[in-house]
């Protein structure tokens, strides 16, 4: 059974502002690392790996501003920063998670299709528009 969609004009806009933020790569992964436990700056840039602090640092106000992580300063000497999902972070961590887990199982028949159609389409292959 195939769910309804509603496509009004007025669903757009603030549907697609909300898929932006948390659609982008490194939204997904520091969502699914936060959904584990608490970490420190350090220890998410660590898991997710090849992220630069300035990304990393963008990432977490955006997700932040959004209501979807809460940033806890300890205020001390040395400073301790730690970030965690809020009620709606968890919320989205069950989309999230399930979206993650479709990509891994279906990876390769996507895979296949890209080949086919670069196959079929050599003068397009590789073009996403």
């Known amino acids: 059974m195939k769910p309804q969609i509603c496509h009004l004009p007025s669903d757009c806009r603030p549907v697609g502002e909300i898929l932006s933020r948390i659609g982008d790569k490194w939204s ?58 809020t009620d709606l972070g968890r919320d989205l961590l069950v989309p999230v998670t399930a979206l993650a887990a479709w990509a891994r199982e279906n990876q390769e028949r996507v895979q296949h299709a890209r080949r086919r159609f670069d196959d079929a389409c050599p003068e397009r292959a590789g073009r996403s528009v």
């Open 28 to 85: 997904v992964l520091v969502i699914t690392l936060l959904g584990d436990a608490p970490l420190r700056f350090g220890e998410l840039k660590r898991e997710i790996g090849g992220i630069s602090q300035k990304m990393l640092t963008a990432t977490l106000r955006a997700l932040e501003r959004d209501g979807f992580v809460l940033r806890r300063d300890y205020g001390t000497m040395p400073p301790k920063v730690e970030y965690e999902l």
